[in-house]
Each structure stands twice: as structure tokens, then as C-alpha cells.
Nanobody
């Protein structure tokens, strides 16, 4: 049984940093592409970042490029999202997701088969 458990969310001020973690179990972690998505109140869930199983290729949404960094530790079955220079518009529930590491678009949530329960990030102005 695959489980993805996010942690690290919280309430911060604009300009602050947070690091989210997602611990995975029940899968061969290094064989999976891992992604982060977020959903703000009243909005559709959107792609944030993704990283291939080897960590060799990384992808970001334009809205977070230069501020967020995705990384993974395959020995710990964990993927991270370091979020710097946070803005109020980053406020959302952040979800970790996993799918097989095949070629193709990484930003479509429909291609991800496993999801965590989400962690709330709130950025005050």
C-alpha cells in the first residue's frame, strides 16, 4: 500500500521560508517521479514542481521558479520542497504526488496515481 505523508506546513509571513517534506512508503521510491501541487481556496489544483527518480531532471512552474527548490533523498524515501521568499499568493494546501518515471508531461495531475493528504501553507502579508 502506497502512502505519501506531507509535513512542514504552517503560518509564516511574506518573505519567510518553509521546507515541506513528503515521506513515501510502499513503493520503489527511486523509480517514481515525484511532484508537488497546490490548491488555493476557490482555485484549481496546480502544478508546482517535479523531480525525476534519479533527481537528474527537475521542473518548476513559472510562478515559483527561482524561489522554490525541489529535491529528493532516495535513501530516505523522501522528497522536499524548499520554499523561499514566500508570498501571500503562495497560500494553499500543498500536495505531494507520485507516478511512474516515464517520459512525457510532468505537470498534469491526471498522470499521478498516488497523492498525499496535503499540508496547509499560509503566508500573511
Amino acid at each position: 500500500q502506497v502512502q505519501l505523508v506531507e509535513s512542514g506546513g504552517g503560518l509564516v509571513q511574506a518573505g519567510d521560508s518553509l521546507r515541506l517534506s513528503c515521506a513515501a512508503s510502499g513503493l520503489t521510491f527511486s523509480s517514481y517521479l515525484m511532484g508537488w501541487f497546490r490548491q488555493a481556496p476557490g482555485k484549481e489544483r496546480e502544478f508546482v514542481a517535479a523531480i525525476r527518480g534519479s533527481g537528474g531532471s527537475i521542473y518548476y512552474a513559472d510562478a515559483v521558479k527561482g524561489r522554490f527548490t525541489i529535491s529528493r533523498d532516495n535513501a530516505k524515501n523522501t522528497v522536499y520542497l524548499q520554499m523561499n521568499s514566500l508570498k501571500p499568493e503562495d497560500t494553499a494546501v500543498y500536495y505531494c504526488a507520485a507516478r511512474g518515471d516515464y517520459s512525457g508531461s510532468v505537470d498534469s495531475q491526471r498522470t499521478y496515481g498516488y497523492w498525499g493528504q496535503g499540508t496547509q501553507v499560509t503566508v500573511s502579508s
